[in-house]
């Protein structure tokens, strides 16, 4: 068997499928390597399950503190079970034979496209770090036909610096994996459908509260929220309950402890903390850490290629970074939770979401609502740079920040210049001339802004005046939430722009 049509109970994951199945089908005839990485419960496992069912392959899963003798007794019996033969047969194995075994086997079975899938593989590497020299060392064989058949292997992994690391420098599988995936969570409409949220407010704050990472549901002993009102009694009883398992600090815990990198790091606990609460840049890291900025580059690096900070330059200033939390649940945490710990302690979780809501509106609803609008825009206006910028009116001594700029990859034209706001009231007219203004300032600046369309995201949708003078301009995107929600197309969209 050979996987094609990406089964039904395997949500979105379009392109991930394709690449997988595209890996899985390749009509090399010896042995091909894939990896797979993403954070703890976005879905990774889901997904592999998927395909090794699909492929008739062999799925096995490292559990993390077992032994290596443990470990190696329960992948001879995933073996044998998938074998149909008795576990004694393969059971006192070293790695070596168990790993050509797994893969003569899913070979005899489905050919040279059989399929081993190895999940959690940094468990396993943490007390057998030769692991990956041994799939080299089967790799080279099949290259060069000292051994026979062939086969498809993926490892995976939630320890992002250990699967990071797999592929770098001159380690045992740099250039020797066909396929290196790294899964994202979902985006807010698909993270709406996963959860059965109609409801476009609802299903917005509950993915800046979460993100995307379906693993989230199963853990909720409640039913999900269908309106604000229900929202207001799904926080306290989930992520703000220290009895429940979606409780936020111990997710929080568990996702920092989960890479061995940074377990116990005081350090890097400290430089996650200031930037959830509002340092973007190594300097003001630096000053709420106590830290030089330049002793800092190399953990804020390190964060970053972990997954758990996310390092973004400004696409007309490089020199000036944004740095974000990653996870919104640890964002959450740091911003809602902490501060509110006697009375979640206290148990009264009600009333510390009550005292909470303001800091969640302005430090956690409004920068994750620019930052859908910017994921919602990157797809569908080509090879650009899609981020935020600041624009300093020398003249005027006026510093606009400007939520959505995207500036073309290659010429620097900027593309689109946009706002995004997450306030109760309607967007009006007022933020076109504003945006206007800056247009016309980046010109002055000797950017090129000719063709530049103005964009205007907005929580509650806009007002008339608003939309007939986007219609008559023509070169005016307007973008509500049930549009950014894949619940139709924008108000207003500017013909040339690919909005589907």
């Not at 089964?7 to 009509?27: G, I, K, M, T």
């Amino acid at each position: 068997m050979t996987p094609a049509q990406k089964p039904a109970q395997v949500l979105a994951r379009d392109a991930e499928w394709a690449a997988l199945a595209q890996f899985v089908n390749h009509v090399d005839p010896q042995l091909r390597l894939g990896v797979v990485s993403g954070r703890r419960r976005v879905g990774k496992s889901y997904l592999l399950r998927a395909l090794a069912q699909e492929s008739d392959g062999l799925y096995v899963t490292a559990v993390a503190e077992e032994g290596v003798a443990v470990a190696r007794r329960r992948f001879a019996a995933d073996i044998a079970r998938y074998a149909g033969i008795g576990t004694e047969l393969v059971g006192d194995a070293d790695w070596e034979t168990l790993l050509s075994t797994a893969i003569d086997l899913v070979v005899r079975r489905s050919g040279s496209r059989g399929l081993l899938v190895i999940d959690e593989l940094p468990y396993w590497m943490a007390h057998s770090p030769e692991l990956p020299g041994l799939l080299q060392y089967l790799y080279d064989g099949s290259q060069s036909r000292a051994r026979d058949g062939g086969g498809r292997v993926i490892v995976c992994g939630s320890a992002m610096s250990v699967m990071n690391e797999l592929l770098s420098g001159a380690k045992a599988l740099r250039g020797r994996a066909a396929v290196d995936l790294r899964l994202q969570p979902f985006d807010p409409a698909t993270t709406a459908r996963h959860w059965g949220i109609e409801d476009a407010g609802t299903a917005l704050r509950l993915h800046a509260i979460l993100g995307g990472s379906p693993g989230y549901r199963n853990l909720a002993n409640v039913p999900p929220p269908q309106s604000l009102t229900g929202l207001d009694e799904w926080v306290p009883a989930t992520v703000m309950d220290p009895s429940q398992a979606l409780y936020s600090r111990s997710e929080t815990e568990y996702l920092l402890r989960e890479d061995p990198r940074f377990t116990g790091s005081a350090l890097h606990y400290a430089i996650i903390n200031a930037v959830a609460g509002g340092a973007t840049s190594p300097a003001k890291i630096g000053g709420l850490v106590e830290r030089d900025r330049t002793s800092l580059a190399r953990p804020i690096e390190a964060l970053v290629s972990a997954g758990f900070l996310r390092y973004e330059s400004d696409p007309l200033w490089d020199r000036r970074p944004l740095i974000t939390v990653a996870d919104p649940i640890v964002r959450f945490h740091n911003l809602v939770t902490v501060a509110q710990r006697d009375l979640v302690e206290a148990g009264l979780p009600g009333q510390a979401w009550l005292n909470s809501r303001p800091t969640f509106t302005s430090r956690i609803l409004g920068p994750h609502f620019e930052e859908c609008a910017r994921e919602w825009l990157r797809p569908r206006i080509g090879a650009t740079r899609v981020a935020s910028t600041v624009v300093n009116d020398g003249r005027g001594q006026a510093r606009h920040e400007v939520d959505v700029v995207a500036v073309d990859k290659g010429s620097g034209r900027i593309r689109l210049l946009g706002e995004a706001k997450a306030t109760i009231t309607k967007r009006g007219v007022a933020d076109l001339d504003r945006l206007d203004q800056v247009k016309t300032l980046l010109a002055q600046q000797k950017h090129n802004t000719a063709d530049a369309i103005l964009a205007v995201f907005s929580l509650e949708g806009f007002h008339p005046d608003l939309i007939s003078t986007a219609r008559r301009r023509g070169d005016v995107l307007l973008v509500d939430l049930p549009a950014l929600l894949g619940h139709g197309a924008p108000p207003v969209s500017p013909a040339h722009l690919i909005t589907t």
